[in-house]
């Protein structure tokens, strides 16, 4: 017989977007949504209060570098590419296997306590990012951040050759949890060879592809300087996009782009925070919906934000549209709220957000008795303009509690936080040695 948990007490946010009160029953073992309805509490095995919250989809945060964790605050206040090349990668160089799972860890109990059940993430060492995922239970889409810039050819294959191992390697672990990717960093940083050779071989054994596209005007320029076409229209040309094909940022891309990205199904991570904190521009985010583009929500690394606190994003995309579209109604507050839901399930291929019958049992529970969330004229204006990540009371995923009472079950928090100073502190100590 079945293990089963009711979400019970409190009203549930349906695919909707409708509030309504009603319970959750799920199937434990199968990770999945039995029921919604009222009065379910009964049938359960185990229940979970949810009174004085409303229920939502686990959010989705669908482009991250989780292990930048250690990097918070390290290099502020400088462009991308001055940060990236003056900073970053200098420190990144020195990050060992050990570091990446630290830090891993540290953004996996930032994110459980922010309602996050599933993330997208590229990174290096990702067999440690990988054992940290399975241990705290989320869900991700993992894969090997390729760089090729500045490697003879041997090794820039190799870069290549080892993001497919990684990504034949780690599918399915973590119990399914874990999905991967192939992860060119951008068309800038990768050769076009290269880029090519990976759109190939990855269609042919069925990998999606996640890279960075049109972040700056520094990646688009050099594109259309020396193809005479826009970034999407070089990587489509290269056979990168497509349905499996989920791209970062698209900051500057034109509606040219736009047409395009939505003909082949391509999603796009928003990252508004890290977008304005490196000064790379304002998305068109309500023209990419406008077009039929699938948006999604990131918070980027935890360096250029600098949390990983879904919540902001939903606050940051909804205000931030409105300044880009020189319009007070784009980027409601219902598309950004299916953008850090639906639309991330959909661009990590993860099936999950939404409260429905059959859906995956992804979800946290908001807990809205606080002043800041009174009084209710709108629960999901609430959820884009007010709710905070610390407002989050419960996380589940796959059917496990992974936070309950705000107590993330799998980590010592405490014990989290002192490794990571520790080992934040060394890594700064030997790149500056």
């Known amino acids: 017989m079945a293990d089963t948990l009711a979400v019970a007490g409190g009203r549930v946010l349906d695919p909707e977007l409708a509030v309504r009160e009603a319970d959750i029953l799920i199937d434990v073992d199968a990770g999945e949504i039995l029921a919604v309805a009222p009065d379910l509490a009964a049938d359960a095995d185990r229940t979970l209060d949810a009174g004085g919250g409303l229920v ?35 420190v990144e160089a020195e990050l060992s296997a050990e570091d990446v799972r630290v830090g891993a860890e540290l953004g996996l109990v930032e994110m459980i306590r922010s309602g996050v059940t599933a993330f997208g993430d590229m990174y290096f060492h990702v067999d440690e990012v990988a054992a940290a995922v399975e241990r705290a239970g989320v869900r991700a889409r ?3 951040g390729v760089v090729t810039v500045g490697k003879d050819e041997a090794a820039a294959r190799e870069d290549l050759e080892e993001s497919f191992a990684v990504a034949e390697r780690l599918d399915g672990a973590a119990d399914g949890r874990i999905r991967t990717a192939v992860m060119p960093h951008s068309l800038t940083t990768v050769d076009d060879d290269l880029l090519a050779a990976a759109a190939d071989r990855a269609g042919d054994a069925d990998v999606p592809i996640h890279f960075h596209l049109d972040e700056t005007t520094d990646e688009v320029d050099p594109i259309v300087d020396e193809h005479g076409v826009r970034p999407a229209e070089h990587a489509d040309d290269l056979g990168l996009l497509g349905p499996d ?22 999603s796009v991570v928003h990252c508004p925070a890290s977008n304005m904190k ?16 699938p948006v999604a929500l990131g918070t980027d690394g935890a360096a250029s934000n600098n949390d990983l606190d879904v919540f902001d994003e939903l606050r940051d995309a909804a205000m931030l549209g409105k300044l880009a579209a020189d319009d007070a109604a784009a980027v409601a507050a219902e598309s950004a709220v299916r953008m850090a839901t639906r639309g991330g399930a959909g661009a990590l291929g993860v099936g999950a957000g939404r409260i429905e019958d059959g859906a995956p049992a992804d979800l946290a529970v908001v807990d809205l008795q606080a002043p800041h969330l009174s009084p209710e004229h709108d629960l999901v204006s609430h959820l884009v303009y007010a709710a905070r990540g610390s407002d989050v009371r419960h996380t589940v995923c796959d059917g496990d509690v992974l936070m309950r009472d705000r107590n993330v079950l799998a980590f010592d928090e405490a014990a989290v936080r002192e490794r990571a100073q520790e080992h934040a502190e060394a890594v700064v100590a030997r790149t500056e040695a």
């Open 56 to 90: 939502i989809p686990g959010l989705v945060n669908a482009h991250c570098h989780v292990a930048m964790t250690l990097l918070r605050g390290y290099a502020d206040d400088e462009p991308l590419e001055t940060w990236l090349r003056d900073h970053v990668w200098p």
């Open 142 to 144: 993992l894969g090997r």
């Open 245 to 266: 094909t989920w791209v970062a940022h698209g900051v500057h891309a034109d509606a040219t782009e736009l047409e395009l990205l939505a003909e082949r199904d391509t």
């Open 278 to 293: 490196l000064a790379s521009g304002a998305a068109p985010v309500q023209a990419m919906l406008d077009a039929g583009v």
